[in-house]
């Protein structure tokens, strides 16, 4: 594949979205927890990051708290995440709903950032 048919593959998978395996935070071992995520390309990530942007550049913000940035990385990141597979708490499946995502990013730091760092990397939204 050459040209510009790499950045269409990435552009396309970004949209609909790519498994990743949650990894233990203190080993790298995967954990057979899944997230399909919505790459940075995706359309609903750049919708969402205008529609934060144009809200900053309306109000004029000038002393951004970064409770404020947190909270919205939270919400793109909930937006971007569109099912999962095996995500478990106290040994009980834990249902797909956004509520829910947004619990576990909010809860679970360590998640959310494994969660950026995926949706930053193109090369995750290549083609197998």
């Known amino acids: 594949m050459a040209g510009l048919d790499r950045f269409e593959e990435i552009q396309n998978t970004s949209d609909a979205g790519v498994w990743m395996e949650i990894e233990d935070p203190t080993n790298g071992e995967p954990l057979g927890m899944h997230l399909k995520l919505m790459g940075e390309d995706s359309e609903i990530y750049q919708k969402h990051l205008r529609k934060h ?4 550049l309306k109000k004029r913000t000038k002393n951004l708290k970064w409770d404020s940035f947190e909270a919205e990385r939270t919400e793109l990141l909930v937006a971007c995440t569109v099912e999962w ?5 106290k040994g009980e499946q834990v ?3 956004k509520e829910n995502v947004r619990w576990l990013y909010s809860t679970y730091r360590g998640i959310r950032d494994q969660v950026d760092e995926f949706i930053a990397d193109r090369a995750n939204f290549l083609g197998e």
Not at 85 to 89: D, G, P, R, S, V
Request: net charge positive; aromatic share 16%.
């Open 95 to 97: 249902e797909f709903t």
């Open 53 to 56: 942007r144009d809200k900053h």
């Open 85 to 89: 597979k095996n995500i478990t708490y």
